[in-house]
Each structure stands twice: as C-alpha cells, then as structure tokens.
C-alpha cells in the first residue's frame, strides 16, 4: 500500500508521482526609507497532487475512476494515510483530472491517467461543513424586543 485517503486505498502500482506543498503565508508592509517588514500571518493549508495510473492489468479502471469521483462528490474529508504509517491529516479531494489514454474496441478506457488534488481540511479554523450546511438561511432579524422593532408591529398600531 502506497497510501490511503478514507477506505479508498492506492497501491504502488498506481502512483506515479506525488507532490506536497506545505507553506507559509506573510504580510508585508511597505516602510518610507526602508525595506518592507514581513510578518507572518500562519500556516497554509497542505497541497498535495497525485498522478495516478489506471490500468487493466491491476485495477477495474472504470470503478476505480466512480469510486474516487464519488468520494470527492460526497465533499467529505477524508483520513490520508501513508504506507509508512505517517498520518498527514484529513482532507478533501478538490479537483481530479482525467485523461484517458487507451480505450477498448467497445469505448470502456482500458488506461486512465489521472491527476488529483486534495486540500487539507483544516479543523482548527472553528469552522465546519456540517455546521456551515445546517444553517438556517432566512434571515433573523438583528433585533428581537418588538418594542424597537417597527416591522413587528401591526401596521393599525403605527402612528403617524
């Protein structure tokens, strides 16, 4: 095993090439006379990008190819585990990018290439999907008391 994002498992075979980016984000800010000043604002979120091969040889191409595009559907972060034990984090699967590179007489590909790009999710943030989806989207008004609030008073009861 290569890797493993959720229950989704990559073997050696499969990857190709894997690229992370982990950086940090500054400010600057100009200064008269001077060079600007640099201030650290904190930690990106990692970038990780793998290109994956699908093959007939070793993998049903097609289902592997639903299966990964059904977990990036379900918008779902998922564990990503590498072979050595290391635990990177959760993350979601941001974009994949097919390339289909041979196709059977029937037109079922018999090789994909794929590049994917997961984000990390970040849970620190205070923020979450879940709490962001459940949200109640009409609007509450800013005021409750019914005393300073006009549009709560029926309209015979407004002088004028």
């Not at 894997?18 to 000043?37: C, F, G, L, M, P």
């Not at 289902?63 to 595009?69: E, F, I």
């Not at 290439?113 to 979450?128: K, Y």
Request: glycine share 4%; with cysteine.
């Amino acid at each position: 095993m290569y890797a493993q994002l959720g229950n989704i498992v990559f073997d050696v075979k499969c990857i190709c090439n894997t690229k992370i980016i982990e950086s940090v984000e500054y400010a600057t800010h100009r200064v008269i006379d001077n060079k600007q000043k640099m201030q650290v604002i904190g930690d990106n979120i990692i970038d990780i990008t793998l290109d994956i091969t699908l093959h007939t040889n070793f993998c049903n191409v097609m289902a592997s190819y639903n299966n990964l595009k059904s977990a990036m559907l379900e918008h779902a972060p998922l564990s990503l585990i590498f072979g050595t034990g290391e635990y990177k984090g959760k993350f979601i699967i941001e974009k994949i990018e097919a390339t289909k590179v041979w196709d059977a007489d029937n037109g079922n590909p018999l090789y994909i290439d794929l590049t994917m790009s997961l984000l990390e999710w970040a849970t620190d943030t205070g923020f979450s999907a879940a709490v962001i989806l459940q949200q109640d989207p009409t609007p509450q008004p800013a005021i409750s008391n019914a005393a300073n609030n006009p549009s709560s008073i029926a309209p015979q009861e407004i002088v004028r």
